[in-house]
């Protein structure tokens, strides 16, 4: 399989906690993604973050990427309820209009 | 935002009848659109790629003849399951990619296909 691989594959927080998410993936990339998915939705875009990034922040978000050991994190601060989705990273060898290799992803439950 | 709409959101259908599920791009022009899979609590897969005014490119184990792929114009493209089976319900997603972007996709909001 070419898909990477995300742990934990749920987790249950409570609100105001903070949620790390890990990603690993297995070939080389232009650039990593994390995308969120509410139950039974689409996906919507949160961060992208370039290879030769190591950290990026957006809002409540933080994203590292390690290019050496083929892994990124995702950390959201202070989480409310409404933060519970499933998550994946994506990896993009190219960049542009290059497809996109997703993680298993992991289920995030806030509990209020 | 750039909004890509994807229909229907849901469909139950008969063995062997055929869907299609249409996928545009509202306020922006896709030369490019991914069609992924996704199975119950699992990850995207992606099935193909669909090429305005070209033929898709389809991953390794996809089946061109039962997905049929057409991408007629810069804002449309769909994607037709034939002869469905039980074995082909599936949530189905549509992305495009932002136009002039670092490689972000816009993604529909998923199609549900049920063959009883």
């Known amino acids: 399989s070419q898909q990477g691989e995300e742990d934990p594959q749920a987790l249950s927080i409570q609100e105001g906690e903070n949620a790390t998410m890990n990603c690993s993936y297995k070939t080389s990339i232009n650039n990593l993604q994390w995308y969120r998915q509410n139950s039974g939705r689409g996906l919507v875009h949160l961060i992208l973050i370039r290879s030769n990034e190591r950290e990026k922040h957006s809002g409540r978000l933080r994203v590292t990427l390690d290019t050496s050991k083929k892994s990124s994190s995702l950390l959201i601060t202070a989480s409310r309820a409404a933060d519970t989705a499933s998550y994946f990273c994506?990896?993009?060898?190219?960049?542009?209009?290059?497809?996109?290799?997703f993680g298993q992803g992991t289920r995030l439950t806030i509990n209020p | 935002g750039a909004v890509v709409s994807q229909h229907p959101s849901w469909v139950i259908c008969k063995s062997g009848t055929s869907v299609k599920i249409e996928c545009r791009s509202l306020?922006?022009?896709?030369?490019?659109m991914f069609w992924y899979r996704q199975f119950p609590k699992q990850s995207l897969m992606l099935m193909a790629t669909?090429?305005?005014?070209?033929?898709?490119?389809?991953e390794q184990g996809v089946e061109k003849d039962k997905f049929l792929i057409n991408h007629a114009s810069l804002t449309l493209s769909t994607l037709t399951v034939t002869s469905a089976h039980p074995e082909d319900s599936s949530f189905y997603i549509c992305?495009?990619?932002?136009?002039?972007?670092?490689?972000?996709?816009?993604f529909g909001e998923g199609s549900r296909l049920t063959v009883l």
């Open positions: 994506a990896s993009q060898k190219g960049q542009g209009a290059q497809k996109l290799v």
């Open positions: 992305s495009a990619p932002k136009s002039g972007g670092a490689g972000e996709l816009f």
């Open positions: 669909s090429n305005e005014g070209s033929k898709a490119t389809y």
């Open positions: 306020d922006f022009q896709a030369t490019t």
